[in-house]
């Protein structure tokens, strides 16, 4: 057993900076470096994008930069990497990977992919209830698209204990990916709930990478943190007993504090005393915090409960299509020229027959984040864009909000600033709702890869 080890945080999800891993990967000194790269939507995304392009290998769409910035200071330092970027189809991101070492001249490494997450073939007859609206899962059947459960870190510490020095998973739970190196290089056992509430609670902290030093933190005059364009990812150091310093590298920005390490922990937790996981229900109640250096928060003390019998599973579905677009007003009179553009859009909609479940009109710089909670005497913007939204149940109907939005450019109001479409204005709804289902309903396998 090691006295401690080292774990490194490299994404806190799918959109996330490459280069703080890659520096976490060449000056941390990591024993593991571990990437969290899905959010609920994710796969679900991912199935709606298989569906309409059959050459999606189905993972993580910057697997190859990832694996390309951090590959070869792992490989020289001997840094383990542990990711859930293998989404819908972990086995295709392990042969990536497996592609990316042979290419960097890495022969003979392990790399170990983990599946069993995806049961969109049986969840209807696996689960009974959704839990957002109580209603049972049979009424998702028409529209179901995907649904993965949440695995825990067993499999993960099995990969690791038969030698894989990568190992890339499905949908696990995000803690569990951090506390996966802990089980297996301290030897924990799958119910020690003391340790593994500790090390969850670890994980947690490292789930989102640079939330903890000070990203989604900073607030100009009061809470500043140094150079929020450098922000480091954290770094875990962490003994048998699962007590941890908190740490980045030297000469990054941002920093780790008590209040950086606070905000974390309660950061989406809805009972800080049961803050359920696959591997253990924990309880930060319990919680000990100290600042023992410069950037360095000494945690300990997180409690641990046995976890539940069942697992928590997000399923995916089609909930029809969204057209949006926007254009600009600016200078004296901005808003004036909004509302009646908005009265325009309003009427136009009406002759064009819009078949919506919901419409938006949205004055941003005013009214656009609280809605109709935006105080009456707000004062007036000197610069407007106006975002137009529907949703509707079919694309032709979603199609509509951009063509009426064009015909603004010569038949709207005076000073309309225009932008060319770039992009595509209709994207499909996919709705995420959640449910329950038996542990044991659903069995995890790993699957071996070598380069």
Request: include cysteine; hydrophobic fraction near 40%.
């Amino acid at each position: 057993m090691k006295k401690s080890i080292r774990i490194g945080a490299g994404a806190a999800w799918w959109g996330d900076r490459v280069e703080p891993a890659q520096l976490n990967a060449e000056r941390g000194e990591l024993d593991y470096l571990c990437f969290e790269t899905m959010a609920e939507a994710t796969v679900s995304a991912a199935q709606v994008r298989a569906r309409r392009d059959p050459s999606f290998e189905g993972y993580d769409t910057y697997l190859d930069d990832r694996m390309q910035a951090v590959l070869p200071a792992c490989m020289k330092n001997g840094t383990r990497i542990v990711s859930n970027q293998g989404w819908i189809n972990p086995d295709a991101a392990a042969r990536r990977i497996v592609h990316w070492l042979q290419k960097l001249g890495h022969k003979g490494v392990k790399v170990a992919s983990v599946n069993g997450s995806l049961i969109t073939d049986r969840v209807l007859s696996l689960t009974q209830k959704i839990m957002e609206n109580g209603q049972p899962t049979s009424t998702l059947a028409p529209n179901l698209i995907s649904a993965e459960a949440y695995l825990g870190a067993e499999p993960i510490a099995q990969a690791l204990a038969a030698g894989a020095q990568i190992v890339v998973t499905g949908r696990v739970a995000d803690p569990s990916i951090f506390m996966a190196p802990m089980m297996h290089e301290f030897g924990w056992s799958p119910t020690d709930w003391a340790k593994l509430g500790q090390g969850t609670g670890i994980g947690h902290l490292m789930e989102c990478g640079a939330q903890v030093t000070g990203g989604y933190f900073s607030d100009p005059g009061f809470k500043d943190v140094p150079e929020p364009w450098n922000f480091g990812f954290p770094i875990a150091e962490v003994q048998p007993d699962g007590t941890t310093v908190l740490s980045k590298v030297a000469g990054t920005g941002g920093d780790i504090n008590l209040r950086t390490v606070k905000e974390q922990m309660l950061y989406e937790v809805h009972d800080p005393a049961n803050y359920l996981t696959p591997d253990v229900v924990v309880d930060f109640t319990s919680a000990k915090l100290e600042q023992v250096g410069p950037g360095r928060v000494k945690v300990w003390g997180i409690g641990g409960k046995p976890r539940t019998p069942t697992l928590k599973v997000s399923i995916g579905c089609t909930e029809g299509f969204i057209g949006e677009d926007m254009f600009f007003y600016a200078g004296p009179g901005a808003l004036r020229r909004a509302e009646l553009a908005k009265r325009v859009l309003t009427e136009r909609f009406r002759i064009v027959g819009l078949g919506a479940e919901e419409v938006r009109i949205d004055f941003l710089g005013l009214n656009a984040i609280h809605g109709a909670a935006t105080p009456p005497d707000a004062p007036e913007p000197y610069e407007i864009a106006v975002r137009v939204a529907a949703r509707t149940r079919t694309r032709e109907q979603a199609n509509k909000v951009g063509r009426e939005v064009d015909g603004m450019a010569v038949s709207g109001i005076g000073h309309t600033g225009k932008r060319v479409p770039h992009a595509d204005r209709v994207r499909e709804v996919i709705g995420v709702w959640s449910s329950l289902v038996p542990r044991e309903a659903v069995p995890a396998s790993v699957s071996y890869f070598e380069s």
